[in-house]
């Protein structure tokens, strides 16, 4: 790995910031209004933002996250009312947790989610990606129903086999391989000019 998210932090002392773009349908179930929105911009991170979405499945709330650069996607069953406040919370224990199980070294994990020191909801930007993330809500839910069900079902194989599909709007690449190739990229910073 070439990057340092410790150098990068040192360089340019900032402030990394997770925006996690939601459906209005998400937005109204963590009972978050407009006036509390924060303001969409691009992201200061290697990884970039997510988008997430939330759907019923045999009467269970379901959270699905997508990577906007590469498509990568997991889910979190067993959402309820009392717990979707601590929605970056969950974001956080997900994606660690589904990084974990491909395989991903502890260290890049970690670096990854240095990233995100404050997360910050936002709406949804693209209509794009709000349709993959439809798509894949579609998907996720046939293949939940397909193999029997929440109670039945190995999510973990169901999410590992979502994301090692072709994607059109990532040149037919699979989600991981998108996201694996994105953190191999050579990302060294530029050194800070010497007058700031």
């Keep these: 790995m070439k990057w340092n998210i410790n ?9 990394l910031m997770l925006q996690i773009r939601c459906s209005k349908k998400l937005l109204d179930a963590m009972g978050i209004k407009q006036k509390d929105l924060g303001t969409i911009k691009e992201a200061d991170n290697l990884v970039g933002n997510w988008y997430a979405n939330i759907f019923i499945l045999e009467r269970r ?3 699905i996250f997508m990577n906007e650069k590469t498509l990568l996607s ?5 959402i309820r009312k009392d717990n979707i406040k ?3 919370k969950m974001f956080y224990g997900g994606l660690k947790k589904y ?3 491909e395989g991903f070294h502890g260290i890049t ?3 990854i989610l240095s990233e995100y020191e404050d997360v910050e909801f936002t709406k949804t930007e693209s209509r794009s990606l709000l349709g993959n993330l439809n798509e894949l809500v579609k998907l996720y839910k046939y293949r939940i129903s397909y193999d029997d069900g929440l109670k039945h079902c190995d999510m973990t194989d169901i999410i590992q086999s979502t994301n090692r599909m072709p994607m059109r709007n990532i040149e037919w690449k699979y989600a991981i391989d998108a996201f694996s190739d994105l953190l191999s990229e050579d990302s060294t910073p530029i050194e800070p000019d010497s007058e700031i």
């Design 7 to 15: 150098k990068i932090k040192g360089s340019f002392k900032r402030n």
């Design 61 to 63: 709330n379901l959270i």
């Design 74 to 78: 997991f889910v979190l069953v067993g």
């Design 86 to 88: 601590n929605i970056s």
């Design 99 to 101: 990084l974990s199980l």
């Design 109 to 111: 994990i970690n670096q």
